[in-house]
């Protein structure tokens, strides 16, 4: 399958195969955010355009397009930078290129999976880029009037992967017994009763840590009984960068979901705002990474749990 990235003249798309790493797990506790392989799969399941120039934002709550205001670094150029169309706290950024993809497949368009950003969110979108000849935006809504928002330069601001345009409305969904599936039914009871007992050594066992404390049957694509899962189980993505793109860029950069202050050259927060502004985030990574831990503790017993830290 081949997906094309067609460019004019003056267009340097900065385009690159996803991260699976993200700010926010590398600072869990041994990193064990990681340890959830759906999550990482997810984060690296398609490819990033990064934005061309460092710059912060701020809406001030109204509907027109001048509600927003943007600041852009001075090397910024202004062409590249990302601006206010549709008004409603709408931030939007220009994609440079039209994509083309096989025959009866779009284009899923949307922000970093599993990259949060406080005070402004990324908006979705499905491209039927199989046939269309127009390029599209990538938009990110405001979610807190008076919030300034930051971008540095080479962070990502969309994602996009491809998706079968048939396969959704094909698809014939049911809930049915388990009594249905008896085989699965015998697995599930099978990973339960492994689960609980593998819980009870952990806890009786102050000693256990690391990897040894999780128990990595999905992670490691095993059935309960021991045996393989199928052949092509993922553990992590390689994919295939786009050939010839114009910027050669690093495919490990980290994100940076929580740089929202604006650098030197935008007015700083006052003490007051700087006050207000950690009181609306609520508790640090370190509180609620705690409260994760309790949480995940908690539920280690619940029949049907992703096998989760």
């Known amino acids: 399958m081949e997906i094309v990235c067609y460019v004019k003249p003056g267009w340097a798309p900065r385009i690159r195969p996803a991260s699976q790493k993200r700010d926010w797990m590398d600072a869990t506790t041994d990193s064990y955010a990681y340890r959830c392989l759906p999550l990482t799969i997810a984060n690296a399941h398609g490819w990033e355009i990064v934005s061309p120039c460092g710059f912060a934002a701020r809406w001030d ?107 959704i409305e094909a698809t014939m969904p049911r809930v049915a017994p388990i009594a249905e599936a008896p085989e699965l039914a015998a ?23 690391g990897g040894e404390s999780w128990q990595k049957l999905y992670y490691r694509g095993v059935r309960p009984d021991g045996s393989r899962g199928p052949d092509d189980h993922k553990t992590k993505l390689r994919l295939k960068p786009f050939d ?4 050669s860029l690093p495919g490990s950069a980290a994100m940076c979901p929580f740089t929202d202050v604006p650098r030197d050259d935008v007015s700083a927060p006052t003490a007051e705002e700087q006050s207000r502004e950690k009181a609306s985030r609520g508790p640090g990574l370190a509180a609620v990474g705690a409260w994760l831990r309790a949480l995940a503790k908690r539920r280690r017993h619940v029949p049907g749990r992703l096998p989760l830290p």
């Not at 169309?85 to 950024?93: A, D, R, S």
């Not at 290129?97 to 009866?104: H, L, M, Q, V, Y």
């Not at 697995?187 to 840590?209: G, K, L, N």
């Open 244 to 247: 010839g793109a114009a910027v």
């Open 187 to 209: 697995e599930f009871e099978a990973w339960s009763a492994a689960r609980d007992a593998f819980q009870a050594r952990i806890d009786s066992d102050p000693t256990v840590h």
């Open 61 to 167: 709550g109204g509907a027109s397009a001048d509600s927003i205001e943007i600041r852009l670094d001075p090397e910024c150029v202004p062409r590249e930078a990302p601006v206010s169309l549709f008004g409603h706290g709408t931030l939007t950024f220009h994609v440079d290129g039209i994509f083309r993809t096989p025959e009866g497949w779009n284009l899923w368009i949307g922000g970093s999976p599993n990259a949060a950003k406080d005070g402004i969110a990324a908006l979705s979108g499905v491209v039927e880029t199989d046939w269309s000849p127009y390029t599209f935006t990538m938009n990110w809504r405001f979610t807190r009037a008076g919030h300034w928002i930051r971008f540095e330069e080479n962070e990502p601001f969309c994602f996009l992967f491809p998706v079968p345009r048939a396969g």
